[in-house]
C-alpha cells in the first residue's frame, strides 16, 4: 500500500511542462525517477518537441549558409560563367574559358567542400563517379541538368532534390544568366529561402527523429542489462524512458556542434563516441541512484514496519494487562459478594439467638 502510493505521487509530480522536463533531464539526475514512471506516448512526445527545435535551428543554419553560399554563387557566375539557361525543367550551364568541359569547384576560401557542374546528358555511372567524389567532402554540390544533389554535414547522406521541384513552387518557367543573379540579389531570394527552409527543416525532423528513436532502443536494452546486473527490477518502459531522458544533454550538445559545424565548418573527430558516452554515464547514474533511492525507501519502509510490530506487541500487552486486571476485578468482586452474603447469614442467625426463637419440639413417641 506504502510503495502504491508512492507510485502515484511519482505520477502526479511527472506531470510537468516541457522546458522543466528539459532541466530535469540535463541537471537532476536525483529526479529521474519522476520521468521514468511516464508513460511512453509522453516520452515520445517529449521527443517530438525537442528534435523539431533541432530542426528548427540546423535548418536555419543550413539556410544561413545557404544564403553566405548564394552570395559566392553570384560572384562566380558573374565572373566565370558564360551561358545560364534553364527551361522546362532542364539547365544548360557553359563556362567563360571552357564551355565544353564541367565545371569544378574544389574546396577554397568561399566553399568548405566540393561543387560540380555538369548540364550534358551523362551517363548514370558519370553520376555515380561524382557521388563517390562527393562522399570524400563534408560539403558538396552536384548541379547535373535536371537535378541538384547536395551534402551536408548535417546530413552525410546524399539528397537529390529535383530542380522541377524548386522552379515550380516559384514560377521560375524561363530563366537566363541575369535572371539568376536577379534571383540571388532581388527580392525574390527570400521565397527561395523559405522554400529552402522549409524543404530542410521537414528533412532534418524526419530523419533525425528516426535516428533518435533507434538511439533510444538502443540506449533502452543496454540501460535493461544494467539494470539485471545491478539486481534492481525495472520495467522495461521505465528503462526507455531513462534512456530516452539521456539523450537530452548529447542532443543539445549535438545541435550546437552542428550550427557551429554549418556555419564555420568547425568539426570535431570523436563526436560521436563523446555523444554516445555522454547517454551512458547518465543512464548508468540514473539507475544506481534509482537503486540507491529503492534502497533507502525500503529501509524506510522496513523500519516504518518494525516500529508497528513493536506497537502492535505494546497494544497487545497492554490489551492482556487490561484483560487480567478484569479478570482479577471480576474474581475480587466475587470473593467479596461472597463475603458479604456470608456475613449477612451469620448477623442474621446471631440475631435469631438473641431474640429467642422458637424451641425446638422433642420427637416423642407415644405408648401403646
Request: hydrophobic share 40%; net charge neutral.
Amino acid at each position: 500500500m506504502l510503495l502504491g502510493k508512492e507510485v502515484n505521487k511519482l505520477e502526479e509530480e511527472s506531470k510537468i511542462p516541457f522546458f522543466k522536463k528539459w532541466k530535469l533531464s540535463i541537471f537532476n539526475l536525483e529526479e529521474y525517477q519522476k520521468l521514468a514512471v511516464q508513460k511512453i506516448r509522453t516520452t515520445i512526445g517529449y521527443l517530438v518537441i525537442l528534435m523539431l527545435i533541432f530542426a528548427f535551428f540546423s535548418a536555419t543554419s543550413v539556410t544561413i549558409k545557404f544564403h553566405q553560399t548564394l552570395q559566392n554563387i553570384a560572384n562566380y557566375i558573374d565572373t566565370n560563367i558564360d551561358t545560364i539557361n534553364f527551361k522546362d525543367g532542364k539547365l544548360i550551364v557553359k563556362a567563360k574559358n571552357n564551355p565544353d568541359e564541367p565545371i569544378i569547384i574544389d574546396e577554397n576560401q568561399n566553399f568548405n567542400g566540393k561543387i560540380v557542374i555538369n548540364t550534358k546528358d551523362i551517363s548514370q555511372d558519370e553520376i555515380n563517379n561524382y557521388e563517390q567524389e562527393l562522399n570524400e567532402y563534408y560539403n558538396g554540390i552536384i548541379i547535373l541538368k535536371d537535378r541538384i544533389i547536395i551534402k551536408t554535414e548535417v546530413t552525410p547522406n546524399l539528397t537529390t532534390i529535383s530542380l522541377k521541384d524548386i522552379s515550380e513552387p516559384v514560377h521560375l518557367v524561363n530563366v537566363e544568366k541575369e535572371d539568376v543573379l536577379s534571383l540571388i540579389n532581388g527580392n525574390a531570394k527570400y521565397r527561395l529561402y523559405a522554400i529552402f527552409f522549409i524543404a530542410w527543416f521537414i528533412a532534418l525532423f524526419i530523419n533525425n527523429f528516426a535516428l533518435v528513436l533507434l538511439d533510444v532502443l538502443l540506449y533502452s536494452l543496454i540501460g535493461y542489462f544494467v539494470g539485471i546486473f545491478t539486481r534492481i527490477r525495472l520495467k522495461y518502459s521505465a528503462v526507455y524512458n531513462i534512456a530516452a531522458y539521456s539523450l537530452t544533454l548529447p542532443i543539445m550538445l549535438n545541435l550546437v556542434y552542428t550550427v557551429i559545424n554549418i556555419l564555420t565548418g568547425y568539426t570535431i573527430t570523436y563526436f560521436s563516441v563523446m555523444y554516445m558516452a555522454i547517454t551512458c554515464i547518465y543512464i548508468f547514474t540514473a539507475i544506481l541512484l534509482i537503486k540507491s533511492d529503492i534502497i533507502k525507501k525500503q529501509i524506510e519502509l522496513s523500519k516504518i514496519i518494525q516500529e508497528q510490530e513493536r506497537i502492535k506487541q505494546e497494544l497487545e500487552q497492554k490489551e492482556q494487562q487490561r484483560r487480567e486486571e478484569e479478570e482479577r476485578e471480576k474474581v475480587r468482586k466475587k470473593d467479596e459478594k461472597k463475603r458479604k452474603e456470608e456475613k449477612q447469614n451469620k448477623d442474621e442467625n446471631e440475631k435469631n439467638k438473641q431474640n429467642g426463637g422458637p424451641e425446638p419440639q422433642a420427637n416423642i413417641k407415644p405408648s401403646n
